[in-house]
């Protein structure tokens, strides 16, 4: 298959849906914004932005610096272009795109980007700027494929297993992703300001070291399960997006031959 996808999003739920694509026969481009803020970054293809190669069960993914090598490379492997307004995603080459930002708004995509549109969450109405939404709330609406209207505005993770930051600063890691840590264990500081497990487990997302945080913003993930396969393998939350996703897609593909 020699269709080339531009997902919108390298962190852990767009490279869910890379990698289920990519792994299906599609050629995967990940479009990301210059300074990558996911905390899962074991599962996150935007991780390539900072160490210009990753890989994800077994998928590889590099950083390429324009359009046209990442177009070429997409061929062998998934590839990651800085391009945070989605100027590429243009590319006459690139037949369908998927955002993935997950930001409960739309940064401006559009139906002109590609021959199929899909977007992931709140903030999109199909029909319209999209083909289809993909809803990605835990719960049984999780997945549900909607080809008219839009979503309200959703919270899509586990909040209870965030941490986020007290204030704004330099933030210094203590324990990173796959340390087992016990509720009170302190686990890095912003600034002068200790950060604090709230819970029993294993850290399965942790912001990058020395990374310029902001109050509120999430900088840490623990997740009650101790085991590190909860750190380097694709949430069963992600495989079902992504298996919408190629659903969506498969019904566009024998509907219309894009």
Known sequence: MNRIVG????????????????????????????????????????????????????VLATLTDNIEKAIERSKDHVSVLIDEIGRELYHEDITIVIDSILANKNFGTNKIMGKLVIGIGSGFMAGED????????????????????????????????????????????????????????????????????????????????????????????????????KCINISSHGRVIGTSVFQCVCVFLNKYEI
Do not use: Q, W
Not at 170 to 180: A, F, H, M, T, Y
């Open 7 to 58: 997902i919108r999003g390298g962190g852990p739920i767009a490279t869910a849906i890379g990698c289920h694509l990519y792994k299906s026969g599609f050629r995967v481009i990940i479009f990301e914004k210059k300074k990558p803020t996911t905390t899962k970054r074991k599962v996150s293809f935007a991780e390539a932005v900072y160490e210009k190669e990753v890989r994800v069960e077994g």
């Open 130 to 229: 999209v083909h289809a939404i993909i809803n990605p709330n835990r719960g049984s609406e999780l997945g549900r494929i909607s080809y008219e209207g839009t979503l309200e505005k959703i919270e899509y993770m586990n909040c209870e297993y965030e941490i986020k930051a007290n204030n704004n600063g330099r933030i210094k890691v203590l324990k990173d992703i796959g340390n087992s840590v016990k509720k009170g264990d302190i686990i890095a500081y912003v600034g002068e300001d200790e950060i604090v497990a709230h819970r029993d487990g294993i850290i399965s997302g942790m912001i990058r070291n020395n990374f310029k945080v902001e109050k509120d913003m999430e900088i840490a993930y623990i997740d009650p399960h101790d085991h590190i396969k």
